[in-house]
């Protein structure tokens, strides 16, 4: 995947656009220095939201990336489109489903080929509680050994480019994640997850190339000095 490859780990923002964000908190996340931000969400999404959280990060210096798990996520001239394919759901539909219908749509842009700037990401979603667990009917009780068979068929069967370990609104396990990177350490990770201080962040930066901040961006009191706090650590600067 163009972008975020190298041995430097990466920031990326996630906003949703199911969540209100003000002028202060949006102007943090915008020069906050992040490599980049994505637009994602599971719940309330539709194509006019998606679009005006778009023309608000329009400036962003960085890359702009936009989840599509269905087709009134796509908006034109985002510089990558990430096919979120969840290996431990238990409903085909978000391993294949949505996605065709997603594809369609792209295809309505491009005829039949799929621009270079498509990429499909195979999510291990860990959390039980959270939204995408429940909408994606996610085993998420599975051992280290299930784990690691999925993230090896995402990546060396399917060539899906990179695993997403999403722990989704709660810090996940960095025992697991460290235990997952030493066992596929050629397999590029991104973990998602609870990320609020910069010793979680440094602590997932260890195991995973690109750390990804979510849920911070709406409750954090000092989101500004937060973001840099974080920055430095997954930069290691």
Not at 11 to 34: F, H, N, T, Y
Not at 89 to 102: E, M, Q
Not at 136 to 157: F, K, P, R, Y
Request: net charge negative; hydrophobic share 40%.
């Amino acid at each position: 995947m163009e972008g975020i490859g190298g041995l430097v780990p990466q920031l990326m923002i996630k906003l949703d656009p199911d969540r209100p964000l003000d002028q202060e908190r949006l102007l943090a996340v915008m020069g906050c220095d992040a490599d980049a931000i994505i637009i994602g969400g599971t719940q309330g999404i539709t194509g006019q939201k998606i679009n005006d959280l778009w023309e608000e990060i329009k400036p962003f210096p960085g890359r702009k990336i936009i989840e599509i798990t269905g087709a009134e996520c796509l908006v034109e001239d985002a510089d990558e489109y990430w096919v979120p394919i969840v290996l431990n759901s238990t409903d085909p539909k978000w391993i294949l489903g949505a996605h065709a219908k997603a594809i369609q749509q792209v295809n309505r842009w491009n005829g039949l080929s799929l621009p270079g700037n498509v990429f499909p990401v195979g999510y291990i979603v860990l959390n039980p509680e959270s939204a995408v667990a429940v909408c994606t009917e996610a085993n998420t009780q599975i051992d280290d050994d299930h784990m690691t068979g999925l993230a090896q068929v995402g990546h060396l069967l399917f060539r899906v480019p990179w695993i997403y370990i999403e722990y989704s609104g709660s810090f996940g396990s960095m025992d697991r994640l460290a235990r997952l990177s030493g066992k596929i350490p050629a397999i590029p990770l991104i973990y998602g997850g609870g990320i609020k201080r910069g010793w979680q962040a440094k602590q997932a930066a260890q195991f995973a190339r690109v750390v990804v901040v979510g849920n911070l961006v709406y409750e954090s009191e000092n989101l500004e000095a937060d973001l840099r706090e974080i920055r430095h650590a997954v930069r290691r600067d």
